[in-house]
């Protein structure tokens, strides 16, 4: 059946490196801290790395957060935080604007630098999101650290740096294939069938649609909505070593477009993403 808003929670999906995902990464904003003096005391200095979710999933964004803070009694002079993702986690987002990720002042790919060009003072707090992209290939544990210094002396540096680990998921194997069931004039009927070869069960399956301009008539056996852009078809749940089949029907446009379909998981990651989409024309 066609109608309805089921495909609103979706609204945030796009498409990094050949994979769906939610991007959870905020356009990037200056830097928190803004002292007004110039005190040169010794400053406690101190950084706490958290990672979510707690277990990643392959092809799945992975959000690290730093949090950054000075207990004093003297302000840190320009500190530095710097902050090493696993090789398996490509950076897509940082969001503050001074902090500078890949390989910048002589930094490797996966490391994030954040230059403070004042100093931060006493009290006073801060922090940087990273969202990264893990590779469909990884293996967990995934560690990340992150490292905070200053020109000033710290009396307590076991806590200038922190560390996570994170496991990764299996995930499920989902792919799409299409084809044309039926023609009447403009009107095609397209036959879909998802397949999901484990070893999860995926509850929140869906596929999109980009139709090349071709309007959605009908759907038997998924849940979809049309948008000015996409269709978007919510499944029901794919169990390992299972498939589910819908119908949609199309009006093409004159020219017969080509459609193209890619099945995901919000939640769930996808080691073998290469087919998770399908291409046919609607001749």
């Not at 959000?63 to 302000?75: F, M, Q, S």
Request: a positive charge; one cysteine or more; glycine letters at 12%.
């Amino acid at each position: 059946m066609v109608g309805g808003s089921v495909f609103g929670e979706y609204a945030a999906v796009r498409i990094v490196a050949g994979v769906i995902c939610l991007v959870l990464a905020a356009a990037p904003r200056g830097a928190l801290a803004s002292p007004e003096d110039d005190a040169w005391g010794g400053a406690d200095l101190s950084v706490r790395l958290t990672v979510s979710p707690k277990r990643a999933q392959p092809g799945q964004p992975l959000t690290y957060r730093a949090e950054v803070r000075n207990d004093g009694p003297g302000d840190a002079v320009l500190p530095l935080l710097t902050v090493r993702l696993p090789e398996e986690v490509v950076v897509i987002g940082v969001d503050v604007a001074e902090c500078l990720p890949g390989t910048v002042a002589g930094a490797a790919a996966g490391v994030v630098v954040c230059p403070s060009t004042k100093d931060v003072l006493a009290g006073q707090t801060g922090g940087v999101t990273i969202t990264g992209l893990v590779r469909s290939g990884a293996r967990g544990p995934l560690e990340a650290t992150a490292t905070l210094s200053s020109e000033v002396v710290d009396d307590d540096e076991t806590d200038n740096s922190s560390r996570t680990l994170t496991e990764v998921g299996e995930g499920a194997d989902l792919a799409v294939r299409l084809s044309r069931a039926t023609r009447a004039g403009r009107l095609v009927t397209v036959a879909a069938v998802v397949r999901n070869r484990g070893p999860r069960r995926v509850h929140d399956a869906g596929v999109l649609f980009d139709t090349g301009g071709a309007r959605l008539m009908s759907a038997r056996g998924a849940r979809c909505d049309s948008h000015p852009a996409y269709v978007g078809c919510r499944l029901r749940t794919v169990g390992a070593g299972r498939r589910v089949s819908f119908l949609l029907a199309f009006v093409a446009r004159a020219h017969a477009p080509r459609a193209e379909a890619t099945v995901y998981s919000l939640r769930l990651g996808d080691r073998r993403p290469a087919n998770n989409t399908a291409r046919f024309s609607l001749r």
